[in-house]
């Protein structure tokens, strides 16, 4: 049982350049999220899919765009990188249910954009 | 607005002092849960806790304490006879109830976060 795994744990992008972040999970959990973590900024979503199929907007979710492959799956795509994307993310999943679950997170990838 | 306010940027302390961490907390809903992560060095996020709205007991796990009170709206988190294991970024974050809003709404509200230094 890994949890949620992340590749690649580190990138070094040029300005411009495309790649994408791929999450998996193996809980079987509904829910799965993409964060950023910037320093003294704590982690702020930029986007999350509640169920197979759906993706919905997070506070911080220009320029980057996601795909919910199956359930496993949740991949972040940064079309055009920036220098402002660099950034630690931070992918994570939860159950759902009739109170909230807590968030098993990734063990992040950092990203350097140049 | 939900918010989530943790005044202490960065603490230090020594070896088995007691330390308690603030969490300051806003929001205009009724129910919500609060929680508690560790982030050590290494990086990855570690959950401490879950804390429902409705629930005000205070709870204790080993050397951790956690304080929830509604009428001053934190939820603060002590560590008792501190260690070195436990030098790590804590944050606190806020969720919204899902039942309120229908949809998910369980993106999690972050604060800032409080480095622990402890040293031997």
């Known amino acids: 049982n890994a949890g949620v795994t992340q590749t690649p744990k580190f990138q070094v992008l040029k300005t411009g350049q495309s790649m994408t972040l791929q999450c998996a999970q193996d809980m079987n959990h509904n829910s799965m999220y993409w964060y950023r973590q910037d320093p003294g900024m704590g982690l702020r979503l930029i986007y999350y899919s509640a169920s197979e199929g759906t993706t919905d907007k997070g506070e911080v979710p220009n320029g980057y765009n996601v795909s919910r492959l199956n359930k496993r799956e949740f991949s972040l795509r940064l079309e055009s990188a920036a220098p402002s994307q660099t950034s630690v993310y931070f992918c994570?999943?939860?159950?759902?249910?009739?109170?909230?679950?807590?968030?098993?997170f990734g063990p992040g990838t950092r990203l350097t954009v140049t | 607005a939900q918010k989530v306010t943790q005044a202490q940027t960065e603490i230090s302390v020594v070896e088995k002092e007691d330390v308690t961490l603030d969490c300051v907390y806003e929001?205009?809903?009724?129910?919500?849960?609060l929680f508690w992560y560790k982030q050590p060095p290494s990086g990855e996020l570690v959950f401490l806790i879950r804390r429902n709205s409705f629930d005000e007991q205070n709870e204790i796990s080993g050397r951790y304490s956690w304080n929830f009170q509604k009428s001053t709206s934190s939820f603060n988190f002590t560590i008792t006879a501190s260690q070195v294991v436990d030098s790590a970024v804590y944050f606190c974050?806020?969720?919204?109830?899902?039942?309120?809003?229908?949809?998910?709404?369980?993106?999690?509200?972050f604060g800032k976060g409080t480095k622990l230094s402890v040293k031997p």
């Open positions: 929001t205009r809903d009724t129910t919500y849960y």
């Open positions: 994570a999943s939860s159950e759902v249910g009739a109170s909230p679950y807590e968030q098993y």
């Open positions: 974050a806020l969720r919204r109830s899902e039942w309120d809003y229908g949809g998910s709404q369980g993106n999690l509200i």
